[in-house]
């Protein structure tokens, strides 16, 4: 999840929490359409900290006690600590905070990691970067950077969690030149057939930002690539 979005969930979850005057004893029984959409709400606003506070630049040191704290200090009709108008300033000031300095973090690891892995039997290095193993070597031609391919892929991070693939689903299709640097060269590298391993520093990636929870700014990551097709 990108910073700028999760920092819009909680700033508008912690708004609606300070709009709230009146607070009325817990009760999940849901009785009525109304029933369902309040407690819809308050699930979402809850799965916003539980899941997603933790996954968030910075969100592992926030205290969720004091989160569930103030609101309900807050629905109960007590005066805020920290004014509405300001929490936009304040949150959104600490995770890009935060979100800085993890992915200085994150980029020095993966400066590590690629002088590691670079080491390793197989493993090739680009003039830009780029890191590659040979799976397997296809026969076919290989594409143009305006030519349209068919794939299939897996992506992990480092730590080798699994954040996209299209196993067990149909092969993807896409122009070379349409995706991220990294696999823009490293397809024009691979002949129809073949199947390469990927180590992509952040630079060739998605850089400082965050499109998912499990990539983290300026990530090293990881892909298995089969080049299947070239559609003409």
Same mark, same amino acid.
Do not use: H
């Given at each position: 999840?990108?910073?700028? !979005? $999760?920092?819009?969930?909680?700033?508008?979850?912690?708004?609606?929490?300070? =709009?709230?005057?009146t $607070?009325? =004893?817990s009760?999940?029984?849901?009785?009525t359409?109304?029933?369902?959409?309040?407690?819809?709400?308050?699930?979402?606003?809850?799965?916003?900290?539980v899941?997603?506070?933790?996954?968030?630049?910075?969100?592992?040191?926030?205290?969720?006690?004091?989160v569930?704290?103030?609101?309900?200090e807050?629905?109960?009709? +007590?005066?805020? /600590?920290?004014?509405?108008? +300001?929490?936009?300033t304040?949150t959104? !000031?600490? $995770?890009?905070?935060m979100h800085?300095?993890?992915?200085? /973090?994150n980029?020095?690891?993966?400066?590590?990691?690629?002088?590691?892995?670079g +080491?390793?039997?197989?493993?090739?290095?680009?003039? !830009?970067?780029?890191q590659?193993?040979?799976?397997?070597?296809?026969?076919?031609?290989?594409?143009?950077?305006t *030519?349209? %391919?068919?794939?299939?892929? /897996?992506?992990?991070?480092?730590?080798?969690? %699994?954040?996209?693939?299209?196993?067990? /689903?149909?092969?993807?299709? $896409? @122009?070379?030149?349409?995706?991220?640097?990294?696999?823009?060269?490293?397809?024009?590298?691979?002949? %129809?057939?073949?199947?390469?391993?990927?180590?992509?520093?952040?630079?060739?990636?998605?850089?400082?930002q965050? @499109? =998912?929870? *499990?990539?983290?700014p300026?990530?090293?990551?990881?892909?298995?690539?089969?080049?299947?097709?070239?559609k003409?």
């Open positions: 999840m990108q910073i700028k !979005s $999760f920092v819009v969930a909680l700033v508008a979850g912690s708004l609606a929490f300070a =709009s709230c005057n $607070f009325k =004893s009760n999940t029984e849901l009785k359409l109304a029933d369902s959409v309040a407690y819809a709400i308050g699930s979402d606003m809850a799965n916003t900290v899941k997603q506070l933790p996954n968030a630049p910075g969100g592992k040191e926030i205290n969720q006690k004091l569930l704290a103030a609101f309900t807050v629905v109960s009709g +007590k005066a805020s /600590k920290i004014p509405a108008e +300001k929490i936009p304040i959104q !000031s600490y $995770f890009m905070k800085v300095m993890e992915g200085a /973090k980029l020095e690891e993966g400066k590590k990691y690629l002088a590691e892995n +080491k390793k039997s197989g493993v090739k290095t680009t003039a !830009s970067g780029l590659y193993e040979v799976i397997k070597e296809g026969k076919g031609p290989k594409p143009a950077a *030519d349209t %391919v068919k794939v299939n892929y /897996k992506g992990t991070t480092t730590e080798g969690k %699994v954040f996209d693939t299209n196993e067990g /689903k149909a092969p993807v299709q $896409f @122009p070379v030149n349409r995706v991220i640097p990294g696999w823009t060269e490293a397809l024009q590298l691979m002949s %129809v057939g073949s199947k390469y391993k990927l180590y992509v520093p952040a630079s060739l990636g998605y850089g400082e965050s @499109p =998912s929870a *499990d990539i983290k300026n990530s090293v990551l990881i892909f298995e690539v089969e080049l299947l097709e070239i003409k």
